[in-house]
């Protein structure tokens, strides 16, 4: 199937991924022929109520709901970009708002 | 006997002591940088002399001294864990992954962090933000991947054991590339907490070892459930084998789908005659088929990237890791902007494949049909071993190590190397890859497969299969 540059930029928007417009055609022409070839799973015939498949233990086993210190080897504020007084900090929502 | 064991019982008997082991391994570890094999991200004499020193002040344990080298998706707090990219560069971890933790309980020394395809995403280790990994008999070929650094340092005799991650084929592909052993267990036998997440219902920390004896050993130290990872099982860490087991009795299958008429013939070669020595001790190998293996690749390649779109969506460069502020300045531009230029072209086009499979209009067609046949292929593996089948014999790779450059324009191809691999990874069972051979002096793996949870069962066939055969024989001659 053909998937348009449109439908890769509409994609990068959900994935949250700013693709460099020299990129563009290349990454398109990728996704295309993966698409293809993993297309081929229409040839398993599969009936309708089939269930899914959960790799693990047959149920999760919960722990006891406690709250417990957590023994952290670094601060936050080693490891975040921006932090100051017990917050993450991040640029104005202005973007986020207009869409 | 085995590396772990020597060093462990030199250790024991005062012939050596952690802080001999630690510069023996700081001495191997500068070797391999002379190399230039470029397999290790992050080491250091004085993290190693304080290994050592830890180890000095606890009692002895069953790893006590031994050196092992960490992926570098497998978090630590004493050194950086970028998962070999960009956006996670110079990141520490404020906890030690469950397995790190055991390992360091029973004495293990840290050795050093070893380098990977971006977030593991990769079957070559050429997709790391900090330069490809060279194979350690052949410079211009790769080491297999996504734990390609890993398997680079056990082969080159750096460390005994090293561990990796699987997730479609991680370890056991780099493993028979690289003439060493390498041990997926089942999925849930081991903790992935501190593993960074890339396909959670395939993600499982595995082991490379010298030997076989080498990974078992590891694999009983860090397997086992863990409160922190509601997905381990309750059950008992993996029990070391008593030894080589006796096949006298036993059936192996060998899966007809797994030897094509285009296999290579240095891959068929050195297959052959491992089920010929496999006769030879006792088994009885018969032919079986697991039809919907072929459809391996193309379900691993629309489930793991679904994931991997949802699990790699926390770097945003709100949190931790780098951030880059895009033009407009918010919120937005700084998601895009940091993602775009944090993720190399891998992990950005298997995000963009997860993305597209997840999405509204595609998400039946693709992520709800890969489940489906994911089912088939678990089914498949469930209808062999429930009529008489011990385990399953398959070559581990179509080919041996190929050539640096030679599949990176080409995903697709490059995606196939993981196709004798992947339909295990989905079907959440162990298996294990050992070195059966050689074509043209690189490697050849052969791959056992088990029933969920009889790790220790087919480490027994692997020693049995390792003792008796000569890894280092050509082929074809």
Known sequence: MRITREEVLHIAKLAELQIPDAELERVTDELCRICDYVDQLNEVPIPSQAEPFAPGPDRVGLREDVVRPTRLAHAPSAFAPEFVDGFFLVPKLDGMEEE | ?477
């Open chain 2, 1 to 477: 006997m085995s590396r772990v064991a020597e060093i462990v019982d030199a250790i024991r008997a005062g012939q050596s002591s952690p802080g001999a082991m630690a510069r023996e391994v700081a001495a191997r570890l500068a070797l391999a940088e002379t190399r230039a094999l470029n397999a290790v991200l992050a080491w250091s004499s004085d993290a190693l002399d304080r290994e050592a020193a830890r180890i000095d002040g606890q009692g002895r344990g069953a790893l006590t001294g031994v050196p092992v080298a960490i992926k570098d998706n497998i978090v630590t707090t004493e050194q950086p864990t970028t998962c070999g990219s960009k956006i996670l560069e110079g990141y520490v971890s404020p906890f030690d992954a469950t397995a790190v933790v055991r390992l360091r309980g029973a004495g293990a020394m840290i050795a050093a962090k070893t380098n990977l395809d971006e977030f593991a995403m990769g079957s070559s280790t050429e997709h790391s933000a900090f330069g490809r990994v060279h194979h350690p008999l052949d410079p211009a070929r790769v080491p297999g991947g996504s734990s390609g650094g890993s398997a680079a340092v056990v082969a080159a005799h750096v460390v005994p054991a090293a561990l990796g991650s699987e997730t479609g084929g991680s370890v056991r592909q780099p493993a028979s590339f690289c003439g060493i052993v390498g041990v997926k267990p089942t999925y849930g036998r081991v903790s992935r907490y501190g593993l960074v997440a890339f396909g959670s219902s395939l993600d499982c920390i595995s082991v490379f070892g010298e030997t076989t004896d080498d990974a078992a050993r590891i694999l009983s130290v860090i397997s086992g459930h863990d409160p922190l990872d509601a997905t381990t099982v309750d059950r008992p860490p993996t029990e070391m084998p008593d030894g080589p087991a006796s096949l006298d009795g036993m059936t192996i299958g060998l899966p007809q789908e797994y030897f094509p008429d285009d296999l290579d013939p240095g891959v068929r070669a050195a297959t052959d005659r491992a089920v010929s020595v496999l006769r030879e001790l006792g088994a009885k190998v018969k032919p079986v088929s697991l039809p919907h293996s072929r459809y391996a690749v193309p379900t691993y390649y629309v489930i793991a990237p679904a994931e991997a779109a949802s699990n790699l969506a926390r770097y945003d460069g709100a949190r931790y890791g780098q951030r880059v502020v895009g033009e407009g300045g918010g919120l937005r531009d700084l998601y895009r902007a940091t993602r775009g230029a944090g993720f190399g072209p891998e992990v950005r086009r298997r995000i963009l494949i997860g993305t597209y499979v997840l999405s509204a209009g595609y998400y039946d067609a693709y992520y709800t049909k890969a489940q489906q046949v994911r089912v088939r292929i678990a089914q498949d593996f469930g209808q062999v071993f429930g009529q008489g089948v011990d385990y399953l014999f398959t070559p581990t790779t179509p080919t041996p190590a190929f050539a640096a450059g030679e599949r990176t324009e080409d995903p697709v191809s490059m995606y196939l190397a993981d196709i004798f691999t992947a339909a295990i990874s989905l079907a959440g069972l162990p298996a294990m890859s050992l070195p059966i051979g050689r074509i043209d002096g690189l490697p050849i793996g052969g791959q056992l497969i088990a029933p969920a949870f009889d790790e220790t069962g087919m480490l027994a066939v692997g020693m049995a299969l390792e003792q008796a055969i000569d890894p280092t024989a050509e082929a074809l001659s």
